[in-house]
Nanobody, 117 residues
């Protein structure tokens, strides 16, 4: 199983980035997919999630700025991040699970997002 995360980088405040997470080794369409992030010195936190049915949810801190989406034909989940702020800086991870409760079954390797002020 592999969740290959990409798209991170350095961007100025107010800019945009799109993260991608390509899954292999799992039946992507039956998995609920998530984005988490971990800022330096802080605990990992949930950013956004999308169910296998397409329902989405977001952390309050990113509502209205981030959009999670999935393409089951490409086995890929995306995180479009707009109006980025310095506090969005961190390592972003994608994760997958087959049920809506409990621990994640799989994690990606993470991609670094740095937002400069």
């Amino acid at each position: 199983v592999q969740l290959q995360t990409s798209g991170g980088g350095l961007v100025q405040a107010g800019g945009s980035l799109r993260l991608s997470c390509a899954a292999s080794g799992i039946t992507f369409s039956t998995n609920h997919m998530y984005w988490y992030r971990q800022a330096p010195g802080k605990a990992r936190e949930a950013v956004a999630g999308i169910t296998r049915g397409g329902s989405t949810n977001y952390a309050d801190s990113v509502k209205g700025r981030f959009t999670i989406s999935r393409d089951n034909a490409k086995n890929t989940v995306y995180l479009q991040m707009n109006s980025l702020k310095p506090e969005d800086t961190g390592v972003y991870y994608c994760a997958a699970r087959t049920i809506l409760t409990g621990s994640m079954n799989y994690w990606g390797q993470g991609t670094l997002v740095t937002v400069s002020s």
